[in-house]
Nanobody
Framework: QVQLVESGGGLVQAGGSLRLSCAASGRTFNSYAMGWFRQAPEKERVWVAAISLSGARTSYADSVKGRFTISRDNAKNTVYLQIHSLKPEDTAVYYC?????????????????WGQGTQVTVAS
């Protein structure tokens, strides 16, 4: 199994940047594709980005394409989400999750393991 812990969130000004981290524990980390999701206040949790087991393939939701970059370092058991040009609408709790298979347009039910989330707040 995989246990996930997100970090790196905080309060930032619009236009700023953050790097979120997702630290994984367990011997099977490199057997999973990883994804980032977010849930804004009063809204449903939505998919943000996905990365394949090796990191060779990535995909992004249209709302973040060009501003967010997902990456992974399997040697460190860590997945990252680099965020630039933050907007107030990016304010949300950000979750990382693990899936047995990579999909360019994943659904949440495909992700078996979830972290507890890290809060990103963007001042308008």
């Amino acid at each position: 199994q995989v246990q996930l812990v997100e970090s790196g969130g905080g309060l930032v000004q619009a236009g700023g940047s953050l790097r979120l981290s997702c630290a994984a524990s367990g011997r099977t980390f490199n057997s999973y594709a990883m994804g980032w999701f977010r849930q804004a206040p009063e809204k449903e949790r939505v998919w943000v980005a996905a990365i394949s087991l090796s990191g060779a393939r990535t995909s992004y939701a249209d709302s973040v394409k060009g501003r967010f970059t997902i990456s992974r370092d399997n040697a460190k058991n860590t997945v990252y989400l680099q965020i630039h040009s933050l907007k107030p609408e990016d304010t949300a709790v950000y979750y990382c999750a693990a899936s047995p298979r990579y999909a360019s347009s994943p659904i949440q039910d495909e992700y078996l393991y979830w972290g507890q989330g890290t809060q990103v707040t963007v001042a308008s």
